[in-house]
């Protein structure tokens, strides 16, 4: 079975504060996600990476950054996390034309 | 429209009834099919993907229509833990990972 974890449950961060979000899988898979998913919008693209230090822009990236320096690890970083960013966000993996397999998610507030 | 549209829903049904939930997709070229199960403040989890000729799991069949452009569910025998909101995903090419697409949800609610 793939496994797809997130360091984190929960997570409470003050406005300004710098955000790690890490995500490991361990199926070898190329490609890795970053989702946010809110009420009413939905699972939303923030990042992609199809190979190790190879990232692409998804549908909102603004304010986020993410890093790929091994290929089973995929971080998400909030530079300076704003309260519009408290969300639950979801990293996902897959290989070609499988399906994606999704991390247990962390529930971000920003106070 | 949008890329990938559901049943608004939400639906509620009685303990042992049967549901169906459809999902239109707008691009021909889509390549393949997938219905997620999504608990509340649970990540998303592979139900089971779609394949050309439809296909069952237990009491849950996945169908694909290409003419028409959309994908279905249907769950016999309803249970209390069917409850929970039906994800269908798209994927429109072989090539971009990036372009999976997702519908909004579904939800149902399973009534004793």
């Known amino acids: 079975d793939v496994k797809v974890t997130q360091s984190s449950r929960y997570l409470v961060k003050r406005t300004g504060e710098k955000v790690f979000l890490e995500c490991v899988q361990d199926m070898d898979h190329e490609n890795m996600f970053w989702y946010r998913q809110d009420p009413g919008l939905g699972l939303r693209l923030i990042y992609f990476?199809?190979?190790?230090?190879?990232?692409e822009k998804g549908d909102i990236p603004e304010g986020y950054s993410v890093s790929r320096e091994k290929k089973e690890r995929f971080s998400l970083i909030l530079e300076s996390a704003s309260t519009n960013q408290t969300s639950m966000y979801l990293c996902?993996?897959?290989?070609?034309?499988?399906?994606?397999?999704f991390g247990n998610g962390t529930r971000l507030t920003v106070t | 429209r949008k890329e990938v549209e559901q049943d608004p829903g939400p639906f509620n049904v009685p303990e042992g009834a049967t549901v169906a939930f459809n999902c239109t997709y707008s691009?021909?070229?889509?390549?393949?099919f997938f219905w997620y199960r999504q608990d509340c403040r649970k990540e998303p989890k592979l139900l089971m993907s779609v394949y050309s000729s439809g296909n069952e799991d237990g009491r849950f069949t996945a169908q694909l229509n290409r003419a028409s452009q959309y994908i279905s569910l249907l769950i016999r025998d309803s249970k209390l833990s069917d409850s929970a909101t039906y994800l269908c995903v798209v994927n429109p090419s072989i090539g971009s990972a990036r372009q999976l697409t997702f519908g909004s949800g579904t939800q149902l609610t399973v009534l004793p």
């Open positions: 996902a993996s897959k290989e070609g034309s499988s399906p994606l397999h």
């Open positions: 990476s199809y190979d190790v230090k190879m990232k």
């Open positions: 691009n021909s070229a889509s390549q393949s």
